[in-house]
């Protein structure tokens, strides 16, 4: 364990991150041992619908579109995210599969962060885990309404082309 009472240069980049604000420096410490940056070109899938989760992002620069398969047709835009934006909730939820594609929309660059071994550290820091269990509430609620949002949207859409007569 770090007994330093200072941030690192990469600890501060993970300080002023909205989504980790308020944490302290121990929780920083942790937070940042299983962070690592990342970058995904235009066009990259970040993550597919049903395989096993085990991380997140932070994004830093560009977008990334979070897209639902149906059985048929093409894929659809739940909703965009951008520069400040979570990427991916499922890594702290069992069975630990992603719920959407995610698809980077230009060059994006992020943090990854180990879902895995935030959840070992969940176990040991148990205010670590409700913190990081709060914020993630947050995302899930943001992408629970992005994804109603876009149900309303279809279903005008099909009922403008199922026109009664």
Known sequence: ???????????AVL???????GLNLQQLQTVGDCAMKSNFAAGELVFREGDPANRFYVILRGSVALESRPKRGKPFRIQKLGPGDVLGWSWLFPPYRW????????????IF?????????CETDPELGRLLLLRMAEVMMK???????QLAKVSAHARRRIKPG
Do not use: C, I
């Open 1 to 11: 364990m770090k007994t330093k009472n200072t941030l690192t240069p990469n600890e």
């Open 15 to 21: 300080a002023a991150l909205p989504f980790l604000s």
């Open 99 to 110: 719920q959407f594609d995610a698809r980077a929309l230009e060059p994006v660059r992020a």
């Open 113 to 121: 962060f180990y879902g895995t071994r935030l959840r070992e550290h």
């Open 143 to 149: 992408r629970l309404q992005a994804t109603r949002r």
